[in-house]
């Protein structure tokens, strides 16, 4: 240090470390869990590869038709296929082995993609087939994601699944930011066969890693698959109204502030076209922010309050986006929109794979999944309808506000979400006994089979 330079104050240094440790995401459940280290490998890559696919699919529909309807046609072929298997898929993880049904659909996905590879490689691709695959890769994903979402809480320890969510939303985000961007460059120079194809090699380097993950048979005495289980997870949903209150506030704040639709409206009424790419990806950079200083996260305990405050301030932040006259101060509404959807999301997340049991816990995925892919639906419907009614701002600032509104009568609605606690709620307690009495049967397990391998070992010498 030059000697005209004045010390630095005693102590600032340690706080500055300590600050910055408080802020760092917790890698705890990366050192603890093998299996997750895997599982998380796996997410990063498909999620990159499916974000070609995610831009090629309309642009390329695009290209053989010319129609804006026939582009947003794609969403109706999604929607009903990742109702019903959805739904249909909760019942199955947790009857399955989780670890065997991610893989299949894993390797279904990675199929559908190659189908779209050789449309795209005909000499005059056939518009049928998209449609025909989209419908089938909703009905992949709702098959998979229950098992994939309730496969966390088995293979890291209870006390790090916060920090668990966090580290999953982490690469999330950052391929929902880097993801588009990849994916119009390389539309752009290479076609959509290339994105295909690098979405298909995707999938096939997700599957060395996800075939490393050991085992995770479905509970004892689990639920044969069928209607009257998928009715079991939905009346055990609405006997916890502090769940409930978590899907609702979910439904709310997507169905009423959730205007992506009118984006590129938006963006022409501010004089600001160049704007719109930076639009859709602000929410997702606020919530990258998030998650990169997720650490606090995991000392919270009153998981419904965070829930509630994120969400009003997702509303407020819309309500924000909308009353503003500038493209900045739209750009800075919706990244501070995305960080509060950040939150509610480890909110929801850690409330529901803390107290959910583990013979419901793939059910309970799949109404979770109805309630995250429904909302979005809704309120592009409801976005663009408002803007046709009120004008494009209006539409969005209102919904903002309608969100915040909603949020805090649900919140007075249903107490028990505000009253939850995971250091006294007997739902969490229960669950955590499990998983502890889970780890130390698999724990003697282990030992048992190391043991009969030293034995053999002798027997042989």
Same mark, same amino acid.
């Given at each position: 240090?030059? #000697?005209?330079?004045? %010390?630095?104050?005693?102590?600032?240094? *340690?706080?500055?470390? $300590?600050?910055?440790?408080?802020?760092?995401?917790?890698?705890?459940?990366?050192?603890?869990?093998?299996?997750?280290?895997?599982?998380?490998?796996?997410?990063?890559?498909?999620?990159?590869?499916?974000?070609?696919?995610?831009?090629?699919?309309?642009?390329?529909?695009?290209?053989?038709?010319?129609?804006?309807?026939?582009?947003?046609?794609?969403?109706?072929?999604?929607?009903?296929?990742?109702?019903?298997?959805?739904?249909?898929?909760?019942?199955?993880?947790?009857?399955?082995?989780?670890?065997?049904?991610?893989?299949?659909?894993?390797?279904?996905? =990675?199929?559908?993609? =190659?189908?779209?590879?050789?449309?795209?490689?005909?000499?005059?691709?056939?518009?049928?087939?998209?449609?025909?695959?989209?419908?089938?890769?909703?009905?992949? #994903?709702?098959?998979?994601?229950?098992?994939?979402?309730?496969? $966390?809480?088995? @293979?890291?320890?209870?006390?790090?699944?916060?920090?668990?969510?966090?580290?999953?939303?982490?690469?999330?985000?950052?391929?929902?930011?880097?993801?588009?961007?990849?994916? =119009?460059?390389?539309?752009?120079?290479?076609?959509?066969?290339?994105?295909?194809?690098?979405?298909?090699?995707?999938?096939?380097?997700?599957?060395?890693?996800?075939?490393?993950?050991?085992?995770?048979?479905?509970?004892? *005495?689990?639920?044969?698959?069928?209607?009257?289980?998928?009715?079991?997870?939905?009346?055990?949903?609405?006997?916890?109204?502090?769940?409930?209150? $978590?899907?609702? @506030? #979910?439904?709310?704040?997507?169905?009423?502030?959730? %205007?992506?639709?009118?984006?590129?409206?938006?963006?022409?009424?501010? =004089?600001?076209?160049?704007?719109? *790419?930076?639009?859709?990806?602000?929410?997702?950079?606020?919530?990258?922010?998030?998650?990169?200083?997720?650490?606090?996260?995991?000392?919270?305990?009153?998981?419904?309050?965070?829930?509630?405050?994120?969400?009003?301030?997702?509303?407020?932040?819309?309500?924000?986006?909308?009353?503003?006259?500038?493209?900045?101060?739209?750009?800075? *509404?919706?990244?501070?929109?995305?960080?509060?959807?950040?939150?509610?999301?480890?909110?929801?997340?850690?409330?529901?794979?803390?107290?959910?049991?583990?013979?419901?816990?793939?059910?309970?995925?799949?109404?979770?999944?109805?309630?995250?892919?429904?909302?979005?639906?809704?309120?592009?419907?409801?976005?663009?309808?408002?803007?046709?009614?009120?004008?494009?701002?209006?539409?969005?600032?209102?919904?903002?506000?309608?969100?915040?509104?909603?949020?805090?009568?649900?919140?007075?609605?249903?107490?028990?979400?505000?009253?939850?606690?995971?250091? $006294? #709620?007997?739902?969490?307690?229960?669950?955590?006994?499990?998983?502890?009495?889970?780890?130390?049967?698999?724990?003697?397990?282990?030992?048992?089979?190391?043991?009969?391998?030293?034995?053999?070992?002798?027997?042989?010498?």
């Amino acid at each position: 240090m030059n #000697d005209d330079e004045p %010390p630095h104050p005693p102590g600032t240094s *340690g706080r500055s470390r $300590t600050l910055l440790r408080s802020l760092a995401p917790d890698l705890s459940p990366w050192r603890a869990s093998r299996d997750f280290r895997f599982l998380w490998l796996s997410g990063c890559v498909t999620s990159f590869g499916s974000y070609l696919t995610y831009v090629a699919v309309p642009m390329q529909i695009k290209e053989l038709t010319g129609s804006s309807f026939a582009v947003g046609l794609i969403g109706a072929f999604e929607l009903v296929p990742l109702i019903v298997f959805g739904l249909w898929g909760g019942a199955l993880a947790d009857a399955l082995d989780r670890r065997k049904l991610v893989l299949r659909a894993e390797a279904g996905l =990675g199929l559908l993609a =190659g189908l779209l590879l050789l449309n795209a490689l005909l000499p005059s691709p056939l518009l049928w087939p998209i449609y025909l695959v989209a419908a089938l890769v909703a009905a992949c #994903d709702g098959l998979q994601r229950p098992a994939l979402d309730s496969l $966390t809480p088995r @293979i890291v320890p209870h006390q790090h699944l916060t920090a668990a969510f966090a580290l999953n939303s982490l690469y999330r985000n950052a391929a929902s930011v880097a993801g588009p961007a990849l994916a =119009g460059v390389v539309v752009a120079f290479s076609g959509v066969g290339t994105a295909y194809a690098l979405d298909v090699l995707t999938f096939a380097a997700s599957l060395l890693l996800l075939v490393r993950i050991r085992a995770v048979p479905p509970a004892t *005495g689990a639920e044969r698959p069928s209607v009257r289980a998928v009715l079991t997870g939905v009346r055990y949903a609405w006997s916890r109204k502090d769940l409930l209150g $978590t899907y609702t @506030i #979910d439904l709310c704040a997507m169905l009423f502030a959730f %205007p992506v639709a009118v984006f590129p409206f938006l963006a022409s009424e501010l =004089g600001a076209d160049w704007a719109l *790419g930076p639009m859709y990806a602000a929410s997702a950079a606020g919530a990258l922010l998030v998650g990169a200083t997720s650490g606090w996260t995991s000392r919270i305990h009153r998981h419904g309050r965070l829930l509630v405050v994120a969400a009003v301030g997702w509303g407020a932040a819309m309500a924000l986006a909308g009353l503003s006259g500038s493209i900045w101060l739209v750009l800075l *509404g919706l990244a501070l929109a995305g960080g509060a959807d950040e939150i509610s999301g480890l909110a929801r997340s850690t409330m529901w794979n803390q107290s959910i049991p583990d013979e419901v816990r793939g059910r309970m995925a799949g109404v979770e999944l109805l309630s995250y892919s429904v909302g979005p639906q809704l309120g592009q419907v409801r976005a663009g309808t408002m803007a046709g009614l009120v004008g494009v701002r209006a539409a969005v600032w209102s919904g903002g506000l309608i969100c915040v509104v909603a949020v805090l009568a649900v919140a007075a609605a249903l107490p028990k979400l505000l009253a939850y606690d995971d250091r $006294t #709620d007997p739902h969490t307690a229960a669950v955590r006994a499990g998983h502890e009495r889970a780890e130390r049967e698999r724990e003697q397990q282990r030992e048992r089979e190391q043991q009969g391998e030293r034995e053999a070992a002798a027997a042989t010498d």
